[in-house]
């Protein structure tokens, strides 16, 4: 990439190019640039930064084809979101929205949680509509859950595990867009944090890696799959590597296969049919913590920037899975 970078944004355009914004070179040294990947070059070119620095914050491609930014800001403009424009290649200004993205609804409005109520608790949701900017309470969660956000085939969206600053949790809960309201549903087997979530062609969510409150020294190779006919979390198959801060570098073939390609020099293959992992010939050069994996037009996957432990000193390096 033309800049090194780790907890950033990567969105798949309409005309195909890829566009990759924000991040981290370092704690305390946050990222408003942002470019764009060609594939039919393999070159990256920059193109207009965000008005404000992000990091760890989530991007939407929206209905029009522009890419909606929420989150990650610091200071005074920690709730400005922005719009890319891929025909003119710049950002505007879309208000101020309250929250973290977690998952984008049937209906193409936003499920955001965390700071929209007048405590400030990262327990409150709500929903974001991006055609009138209207902003819409949807009740507290009642654990503050962390943990990635999977849309089910039926519309609902499953969040399960994270961590706050006393304990990981093993917790899960759903929520329905037709009752506005959260509930309890079954029970991670192992409790995990900083782990990746997919939906799978059946319909059921594999949970994938994370750590214990070990972190660094708990990282885990344990899957689970998550069954919404059932409510329940049952064991699933172990991965080669351990790995966590991968909820970004997890991607979904056009075979149904999932790629994940974090917190690892390895790369390896979900096979929902065969319920098992295989590693992809080939390695990365280091382990990657906060990368970003983006399934292509072609089926070819990208994998872009993430920090090693210690350094982020080469995260502007970028790779192709080739099927």
């Known amino acids: 990439m033309t800049t090194a970078r780790a907890a950033h944004t990567a969105t798949l355009l309409p005309n195909g190019k890829v566009l990759i914004a924000g991040g981290m070179i370092g704690n305390g040294s946050f990222l408003a640039s942002a470019e764009l990947y060609d594939r039919s070059t393999r070159r990256f070119t920059a193109t207009a930064s965000m008005h404000t620095a992000r990091v760890g914050h989530s991007a939407v491609l929206l209905s029009n084809g522009r890419v909606l930014v929420v989150g990650g800001g610091r200071g005074t403009d920690r709730a400005l979101a922005e719009i890319y424009d891929g025909v003119t290649g710049q950002w505007k200004d879309a208000g101020q ?143 080669i590597s351990s790995r966590f801060k991968l909820h970004a570098s997890v991607a979904t073939l056009p075979t149904g296969q999932v790629l994940v390609a974090g917190g690892s020099t390895t790369v390896e293959l979900y096979d929902p049919a065969s319920r098992t992992f295989l590693e992809v010939p080939g390695s990365l050069d280091e382990p990657r913590f906060f990368s970003t994996a983006t399934t292509l037009r072609d089926g070819s996957v990208l994998i872009v920037g993430g920090y090693t432990r210690g350094t982020i000193a080469s995260a502007e390096r970028a790779w192709v899975y080739r099927p």
């Not at 993205?101 to 991006?130: H, I, K």
């Not at 961590?163 to 949790?169: G, K, N, Q, T, V």
């Not at 759903?174 to 079954?186: F, I």
């Not at 994938?208 to 799959?225: C, F, H, N, P």
């Open 97 to 239: 929205i309250q929250g973290t993205l977690m998952s984008v609804l049937a209906d193409g409005t936003l499920l955001l949680g965390g700071g929209n109520d007048s405590t400030g608790q990262l327990r409150s949701t709500g929903t974001y509509d991006p055609g009138t900017g209207r902003f819409t309470p949807s009740g507290n969660v009642s654990a503050q859950l962390y943990g990635p956000a999977t849309r089910l085939n039926d519309g609902r969206v499953l969040v399960a595990g994270g961590e706050d600053e006393s304990r990981i949790f093993g917790e899960a809960q759903l929520y329905d867009p037709a009752t506005r309201r959260w509930t309890n549903t079954g029970k991670l087997q192992v409790a995990r944090d900083k782990h990746a979530a997919t939906l799978l062609p059946d319909g059921r969510v594999l949970i994938i890696g994370g750590a214990d409150k070990r972190g660094w020294r708990g990282q885990m190779t344990s899957t689970e799959l998550y069954d919404p006919s059932t409510g329940s979390f049952s064991a699933g198959a172990s991965m």
